[in-house]
């Protein structure tokens, strides 16, 4: 009977609870496997900091937000207590057979060295910004869509009544798949990407073109979109050679940059935190529940070196090599097929 | 330039407007092309009674539940001023040079038809149920779920406040996919699906065990499901001999059947219409619009007889044949997956 | 320093852990009050049953729908071993100086005669039915009027899709108050209320209306609403002499009357206990917190027989009789008000 | 039969359609009055800019967040072409005897003068910020509270998770009364309003006590709250005397403040126009139905120089001198009575 430590690692994402919680049910229940938590990701870990984890401790979690392990950016082989020999010895003290690692990137990409060094590893992708290639879609990413299409509802009404044109900063510093899927559902007249220079003339065209049509436009930009001449915009010095604050985020300088070239009254909402807490969406909490269960199968396997993902509707394991081979960003094919509308 | 007209046929489906927003937008931008929507379904077909169908009449309507077009279960052959010769007439009359039908297998496989006799059709697969084998998952079918997530959430807490059985009765008539994801979104202990018999004994084995461990047990059920008992159980006479009114739904009849055998008292709730109206989720407008963008594709290259789908992430397009092969249920290996964690 | 013993009876209701929060914190903080929770309402009291209550034990409650007391209906009078007597021993064994019951009108009314049999007891109301004629508003009433508005907008878009009449039955079996805002909020063609008798002529009258002008009749009826006819269409034998199966509530008898007067497709959704479950609506949460607070208040000054109440915006205390002096039903002019604008 | 223009002026509040809607139904039904909207607040007045509004005009708009009719910040005084000669010719051109006017303070103070000066006007207080000292609330209040309840639901679990102190920013700039509800809803550690000063080193002792109880501290701040100190810390300035940059809003001063001092990651959310978009909760649309309806009654007994207001659960009347006379701060009973359980 196999003992699992499990750790949630990087930025928070709903339906991590809920990926632990399948985890616990079904390794328990089918394989007898028993499970601690390591407290706060990869420190847990480090330091040997660990709760309980059974039937019990997971009761009503798939609905929670949040991770009841907690989370932390500390990283195995960064951290100075860390390194593979010390985690050995770690697991050895506390009988702990096999890890489940719930992290993204730099988890994954910690955990394919980790098991190249020897240790029982296993892996659950976690991305709110979906961009890891290996896996359709990441938990978490569903619920930021909704949260970000609801704040577009509500902007859409205000904007509207104003006249003014709404400007929506969601998250995605390298991947605008948030942009990308709010803006459709939300039916935004311009999703702007990291992925895809667009002009502030090109921007500013689509929304004179809308406000022409006696609509208020709406923009929704990625945190990690940058106008070809932003650098300077987002300096202290403004277009028009004023000195002008520098401001929090992008929405927060193209709004006045928008306003200035077409005349249309412009306000800036940045979603901010909002977006990867609270509860998550039935869809989420599905795609996690399947792979807290698939997880457990991994480690009856002994599947070491293996992450779970999923793949049109199916469960599949995907290798950490694989899994870190392509960052998913937007393809241009499909950030094309949308942008034919804009405006 | 072709003009193209649009319906939507069957039960209503949230996301049915963002369909039909996503072609207009597209066609209109990209090919040229001019839409008409036909009223309530085929018999706005039949009876040639259209509406224009323009940027401005589709605006904001991504978020907005329903069908700006009307639906009815009027079918283009069982009508009987239908059939291809008439519908054909018709479409002549109007200068409409190719049909957009929006539904169901019934209207795929009335489509299948009228492409065989000569009509320039294609389709937008639509159910809530989500049995359409050609397609990932249809639109509509994740607001269902989201919302009988949400009803399984609030029951819970008031289950619990009274230590109750709530029991749960959601769409699904031959698929129980809703039950099924919603139950695992919610972490019912035990879902109930017209693909899969469970005796009450097994039914009350899980209801027990969870109370058991002081909780308040939550059942799902599709009201596609039937007890192997049920027939009786259903008519006028209970197990226990003693008339009883025939109640409506599947809920109805297994309440006070599991109240009976395990003594705890037990709540039936029947969501019902709620679960196909309304706003739908950010995935379903997302998938509806890019549905209703790539049908303009099939349009502008006549792939009549094919109709677009969801494969992964992917819009592909599918012939009617191989859309209407096989109805897609819950598979045995599925529900088993989710079932060891029952009770 | 107090001891305190809280309990929460009678139906379940949101906000009943935002009101067990306030007290506990404010309690504490200010006045140094220690709190004990009896399980299952007055059982617990009569059972001498308890559960600690401190400030970690309240964590986090102001968005937890249910209570985490439990709640039952079992009365302190009519259960075998209740009464003053028995209560004032186990107060006393349990070291136990006051009682703060929080429920309706039994549970006022049981109170009242603890009180003046010697119990130091004091009071919050609760009623989802928002039927207490001391307090402006109960919470967990706009709670539920939320989520049966929510229910309308969701019926709202599938009976224009359909062209049906939607009947949406909410709680209310002797006040039509959850029916009256609910309806009004969802913008309702007929609101049917247990005060206010109207016949299925003039419901029919109203649908009619409705459907003339082209548009899909909304009807919202409150569960104790009775037609002057109805028992006997109530009754296994319909208006056309033909035996009919004994439907469950009213909207399933008002449903198909509708259907056969007016020709109009008709639909029926009870909504049920989805009603009373889940996490509260702000309005309610700061309603139940600051009668949580305020009870304490009525605790400290040994304000015994009277309970906590809004009035206006502010919170009032009122003694036990005048609480129970009169059922707050809906005002036949408040009712006449909105009737003008019905169909 | 009178013809009555209603206009919509100032800030955007959910609930201002419902408002048009009630009027317009019962003012038709009851009084056979006609009207027609003035589109952007009093600049449709001043210009005679007005559209038809009758019964089919306002269907469907209880739920619709923002006006129908546009709304403007200008002024029927400040404006070159305002002033009541001229605003009398304009309604003596469109035939248009009496106006509904739904705004604000500023509204109606323009309103009041315009009657001494002869006009035929009656209005509806309409506030986000819940700040007129004539009615117990006003709409659009709820619906704002209610989405500053739901962001901190989300924040709270994520602040939890990272173990971080978040900061939420709501509107508020001289009332901190959506402040007050959403902290109390969602159970902040701290709630800081424009009325009540706190230091800096206060809020450090709640933020480190929250922490120190082993939990993530929530702090809602209202956006016009001042640090005693802040002006300096506002300005480029930092209290470690190094240059920083000038942010946004007042949660982007104090949390880098809270972080410095406690040394707990500190994160700011400014929730900013969400607040007022989108649709009304069901208490707003009530309210503002109410409202609606009730100012019809005003014009049809021509009682100029009145508006209508909530009182407990009464609509009632109040002349604008009244409405006008106190400005609704939070009272510091109020404040004080939460603040005892802060931190």
Not at 10 to 34: F, H, S
Not at 162 to 168: A, F, G, N, S, T
Not at 205 to 232: C, I, N, Y
């Amino acid at each position: 009977m196999a003992t699992v430590g499990i750790l949630t690692s990087g930025g928070d994402c709903p339906g991590l609870n809920a990926v632990i919680r399948g985890a616990v049910l079904k390794g328990e229940t089918v394989y007898g496997q028993r499970f601690v938590g390591f407290l706060d990701g990869w420190r847990g870990l480090i330091e040997g900091e660990v709760m309980p984890l059974d039937r019990s401790s997971v009761r009503g979690l798939s609905h929670e937000g949040g991770t009841i392990l907690g989370t932390s950016r500390v990283g195995p082989y960064t951290d100075p207590h860390g390194g593979a020999e010390n985690i050995a010895k770690v697991l050895d003290t506390l009988q702990v057979d096999a890890v489940i690692a719930i992290g993204g990137e730099g988890t994954a990409s910690a955990a394919k060295r980790l098991y190249a060094d020897g240790i029982n590893i296993v892996g659950v992708p976690k991305t709110i910004d979906n961009d890891l290639d290996a896996t359709d879609y990441t938990f978490g990413f569903d619920t930021a869509v909704e949260i970000a299409t609801e704040a577009i509802d509500r902007l859409r009404t205000t904007g509207n009544s104003h006249k003014r044109c709404m400007v929506l900063e969601v998250m995605g510093r390298h991947a605008g798949w948030i942009a990308l899927y709010s803006g459709i559902a939300g039916g935004a007249h311009a999703i702007l990407i990291p992925e895809q220079p667009e002009s502030l003339d090109q921007i500013c065209a689509w929304v004179t073109s809308v406000k022409d049509r006696g609509r208020s436009p709406m923009v929704v930009v990625a945190e990690g979109f940058r106008l070809p001449d932003m650098d300077s915009a987002h300096s202290t010095k403004g277009l028009d050679g004023f000195n002008r604050p520098r401001l929090g985020g992008v929405a927060e300088v193209l709004a006045p940059l928008l306003e200035e070239r077409t005349g249309i009254e412009t306000r800036a909402t940045v979603l901010g935190h909002i977006q990867r807490g609270g509860s998550p969406t039935g869809f989420d909490r599905v795609l996690a529940t399947r792979l807290g269960m698939a997880v457990t199968d991994l480690v009856a396997e002994k599947g070491w070196g293996h992450m779970v993902a999923l793949r049109g509707t199916d469960i599949v394991r995907v290798g950490f090599d694989e899994a870190l081979a392509n960052h998913k960003t937007v393809p241009v094919d499909q950030y094309q097929e949308i942008r034919v509308i804009f405006g």
